[in-house]
């Protein structure tokens, strides 16, 4: 059985910093790609990032040069680091893990996900 558990999220002020973490169990993780989701009150849930095992990420355009995500897998681990975060980033945040080393940024390309957590960005 694969688990993943996130950790790491909060309220955080307009501007700031929040680093996310993704444990996961249950599976080789160093074979597999990893993303982050989120989903807001109201709207559909959406892509993030994510990193192939061999440490290729992507980033929707919006989290560009603000989120960065990186992995260490020898403790089967993720990680989503937010930077001048907006109160348009609130938002309940999933690790996913992927069907593949080549998932992409569609949701169905993750079997695998986190129960979410949420990150709150006040103005």
């Known amino acids: 059985q694969v688990q993943l558990v996130e950790s790491g999220g909060g309220l955080v002020q307009a501007g700031g910093s929040l680093r996310l973490s993704c444990a996961a169990s249950?599976?080789?993780?160093?074979?597999?790609?990893m993303g982050w989701f989120r989903q807001a009150p109201g709207k559909e849930r959406e892509f993030v990032a994510f990193i192939w095992s061999g440490g290729k990420t992507d980033y929707a355009d919006s989290m560009k040069g603000r989120f960065t995500v990186s992995r260490d897998n020898a403790k089967n681990s993720v990680y989503l680091r937010m930077s001048s975060l907006k109160p348009e980033d609130t938002a309940v945040y999933y690790c996913?893990?992927?069907?593949?080393?080549?998932?992409?940024?569609?949701?169905?390309?993750?079997?695998?996900w986190g129960q979410g957590i949420q990150v709150t960005v006040s103005s």
């Open positions: 249950g599976r080789i993780f160093s074979s597999y790609s």
């Open positions: 996913a893990g992927g069907r593949s080393y080549y998932s992409g940024s569609s949701s169905s390309d993750y079997i695998y």
